[in-house]
C-alpha cells in the first residue's frame, strides 16, 4: 500500500509562487515501483479532475497547456516526494491540487490552492 499525503497549499495573490509537496509513504518497494508515475491534478469547484503536469518516459515531463512555462514537476526519489513548483500564479489556477499514481491507483486527500485577484 502506498499513501501519498500533499501540503504546500494555500492563499496567493496573483503572481505568486507555491511549491506543492507529494510525499509518499509506505512499501519501499511500491514506493519505488510507482514513484516515477506520480502526477499532479486540480480540480476546480464546479469543475472535473484534470491533469496538471506529470513525468513521462526518459526523464521528460509533460504539462497541462494553461501551466506551461509557469509549473514545473519535479522528484527527490530519496525523499519519496514529488513537488509541483508553481510561479505566475493566476485566479483561475485556484483549485484542489491532488498527488496521483496510476500504478497502484492511489490518490492523496488534496491541498486547496487560493490565487487571489
Known amino acids: 500500500q502506498v499513501v501519498l499525503v500533499e501540503s504546500g497549499g494555500g492563499l496567493v495573490q496573483a503572481g505568486g509562487s507555491l511549491r506543492l509537496s507529494c510525499a509518499a509513504s509506505?512499501?519501499?518497494?511500491?514506493?519505488?515501483?510507482?514513484?516515477?508515475?506520480i502526477a499532479w491534478y486540480c480540480q476546480a469547484p464546479g469543475k472535473q479532475r484534470e491533469l496538471v503536469a506529470r513525468?513521462?518516459?526518459?526523464?521528460?515531463?509533460d504539462y497541462a497547456d494553461s501551466v506551461k512555462g509557469r509549473f514545473t514537476i519535479s522528484r527527490d526519489t530519496a525523499k519519496n516526494t514529488v513537488y509541483l513548483q508553481m510561479n505566475s500564479l493566476k485566479p483561475e489556477d485556484t483549485a484542489v491540487y491532488y498527488c496521483?499514481?496510476?500504478?497502484?491507483?492511489?490518490w492523496g486527500q488534496g491541498t486547496q490552492v487560493t490565487v487571489s485577484s
Open positions: 509506505g512499501s519501499i518497494s511500491s514506493i519505488n515501483r510507482c514513484i516515477n508515475r
Open positions: 496521483h499514481e496510476d500504478l497502484f491507483g492511489y
Open positions: 513525468f513521462i518516459s526518459a526523464g521528460s515531463t
